[in-house]
């Protein structure tokens, strides 16, 4: 089956201006997780939605960073007022039901500020 | 702080010969441990988790893991080294969403 999509794969900014990244989840996936890669590093945890509602958003760095789930599938995270630091990968993932299910991720989407 | 540790950046060893690519963790309750590999430019790809039960778990592409509550570790082997398992790997605890920084892993032919 289709796995986790994210678009778009790279977006190029102007520092200031404001951003949205999209992830598309397995179907039927009631867990959907945000991630940031900073070249080098592993992994930094930004949100965790279950269903439509944010779980746990203590990842978030600051109130530029936000995200939606409206319909408890699709997932966009929004980034306003750029910054320079902001540029890493943005990864999605979604999981089924147990906690202990695997996180499946998507390929990413590349920001990169300037 | 919780916290995954993994000690080496890079890890070299010989195609045909064995692999272990080291983890521990610091994490309060019962861990979720998770390995993942990433090639360049893809995401990142399950390996193998352990959650309870056995301690000794087998993934996929002839990996494995074991679980040593003792020693807080979650090392990942592989009897026989590949080429195609050179990448990047990632050790995790889901429960605490905390991913180590990663070990490099070169198979020299």
């Known amino acids: 089956g289709a796995g986790v999509s994210q678009t778009p794969s790279n977006k190029v900014t102007e520092k200031g201006k404001y951003v949205e990244l999209r992830c598309d989840p397995i179907s039927g996936h009631t867990a959907l997780y945000w991630y940031r890669q900073s070249l080098g590093q592993g992994p930094e945890f930004l949100i965790y939605f279950q269903g439509t509602g944010a779980a746990d958003d203590s990842g978030l760095p600051n109130d530029r960073f936000f995200a939606v789930r409206p319909e408890g599938s699709v997932s966009t995270l929004k980034i306003q007022r750029t910054e320079r630091g902001d540029s890493a990968v943005y990864l999605c993932a979604s999981r089924s039901s147990g906690r202990g299910d695997t996180q499946y991720f998507g390929p990413g989407t590349r920001l990169t500020v300037l | 702080a919780q916290s995954v540790a993994q000690p080496e950046d890079q890890v070299n060893v010989a195609e045909g010969n064995p692999l272990t690519v080291k983890c521990t963790y610091s994490?309060?309750?019962?861990?979720?441990l998770f390995w993942y590999v990433q090639y360049p430019n893809r995401g990142l790809q399950f390996l193998l988790k352990?959650?309870?039960?056995?301690?000794l778990v087998k993934g996929s592409y002839g990996f494995e893991a074991e679980f040593n509550k003792s020693q807080t570790s979650f090392h990942l082997k592989k009897p026989s080294a590949l080429v195609s398992d050179s990448a990047l790997y990632f050790c995790a605890a889901h429960n605490k969403y905390i991913f180590g920084t990663g070990t490099r892993l070169k198979v020299l032919a």
């Open positions: 352990y959650i309870t039960g056995d301690n």
């Open positions: 994490v309060s309750g019962n861990p979720y």
